[in-house]
């Protein structure tokens, strides 16, 4: 099997291209370095002992993508990661997102479709569900207006998945990812967020080890045990081994709609206040926090019903939030050095 990785360089996508080269599959990266390192290439290869094959463009170049295709004429499937996620800057420049997101997803299918290339993983994301009204979530929950540009390019791309598999011979499945966090046990690879972190993990760490003074913790006032937010948690390296088995289930044809959707999380939620917890205990140290107000945009709580993604794909996360905290720690100690 020969499995085109967009954003192989990323945070998931490195993580992705090791799982999928440790089962023997040949990887082909595309990655513009829009938000990831050229050194994670070799990281990659430290790992699994093997280079995979590497192309810088920007997927949203039409001529350009078209031109990889032609030369590209033996893959079997694609994961398409590439994409921008951060959500406030989506906030500032929506165009920016929609042209990024849209347009090479919309490449990359125009291409799948007169080629003949039927396999596509879709990296989505829980942000489609909003604030759901029943929890656990299931795939069948309904999903709601987007509470950001970045959040409505992942539910137009769901349906411009949908509607244009429905029109063609294409096979598709998205993954719905809840909070990924961690990094690789080798802390070779794992999160690289440009500048001040918007995400909870990174902060943290960069927090532990002295590059940011404070954690602040986004509102201690919403409805939860202990009045800060839930978020369902999940090992980088847990959701990379779902993406090998998505991919194999439609090239070995397994799937039973030509569209699946997964969620894929660990089932439990954990608030700010228990990863904070979690990471003091695993790394025996205090972090330094405080209490400020809500963040906007932000939910209150969210957490997978895994039950499908467990019984259909045979896949389970299988690492916990100390795991977690601790791969994190130990990348974000590795980078000092
Ligand atoms: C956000 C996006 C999600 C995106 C994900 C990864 C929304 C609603 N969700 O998830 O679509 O896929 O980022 O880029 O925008 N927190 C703090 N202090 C901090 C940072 C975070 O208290 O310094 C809290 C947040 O309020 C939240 C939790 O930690 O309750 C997790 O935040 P974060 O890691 O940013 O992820 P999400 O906002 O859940």
């Given amino acids: 099997m020969k499995i085109l990785v967009t954003g192989g360089l990323g945070y998931i996508g490195s993580h992705t291209v090791v799982e999928l080269q440790n089962s023997g599959i040949d990887v082909i990266i595309v990655d513009n370095l829009s938000n990831s390192e050229i050194s994670v290439l070799n990281s990659i290869t430290n790992i699994t002992s093997i280079e995979p094959e590497y192309h810088n463009f920007d997927l949203a170049d039409k ?3 078209n031109l990889f295709f032609n030369n590209n004429s033996d893959l079997d499937g694609i994961i398409h990661f590439a994409a921008y996620k951060a959500v406030g800057e989506s906030v500032n420049n929506p165009l920016m997102y929609y042209r990024n997101n849209l347009e090479s997803l919309m490449n990359i299918m125009d291409n799948m479709n007169t080629r003949g290339l ?5 990296s ?3 942000t489609v569900y909003g604030q759901p009204d029943v929890l656990p979530v299931t795939e ?3 999903r709601k207006e987007a509470e950001s540009p970045y959040g409505n390019t992942k539910k137009m791309a769901e349906d411009i998945i949908r509607d244009t598999i429905y029109a063609t011979d294409l096979k598709g499945i998205a993954l719905r990812y809840f909070n990924p966090v961690g990094a690789h046990p080798t802390a070779l690879i794992g999160e690289l967020p440009l500048g001040v972190p918007n995400n ?3 902060f943290i760490t960069q927090t532990a080890v002295g590059i940011r003074e404070q954690l602040s913790v986004f509102g201690d ?3 939860t045990h202990d009045g800060t937010a839930i978020r369902d948690y999940i090992h980088v390296v847990d959701l990379a081994k779902a993406h090998v088995i ?6 070995e044809n397994k799937n039973k709609r030509d569209f699946e959707i997964f969620n894929l999380g660990t089932g439990n939620g954990y608030s700010v206040l228990e990863v904070v917890k979690s990471f003091e205990r695993v790394t025996n140290t205090k972090l330094n926090y405080k209490i400020v107000g809500r963040r906007e945009g932000d939910i209150e709580k969210v957490w997978a019903n895994t039950d499908f993604a467990n019984k259909e794909l045979g896949w389970k996360a299988e690492q916990d939030i100390d795991d977690m905290t601790a791969s994190a720690w130990k990348f974000q100690l590795a980078l000092k050095k």
């Fill in 63 to 65: 001529e350009a993508c």
């Fill in 118 to 122: 039927s396999n596509l993983v879709f």
């Fill in 124 to 126: 989505s994301s829980c």
């Fill in 140 to 142: 069948d929950s309904p």
């Fill in 200 to 202: 909870l993990m990174p």
């Fill in 221 to 223: 006032d919403y409805n």
């Fill in 246 to 251: 998505a991919i194999k289930r439609l090239f």
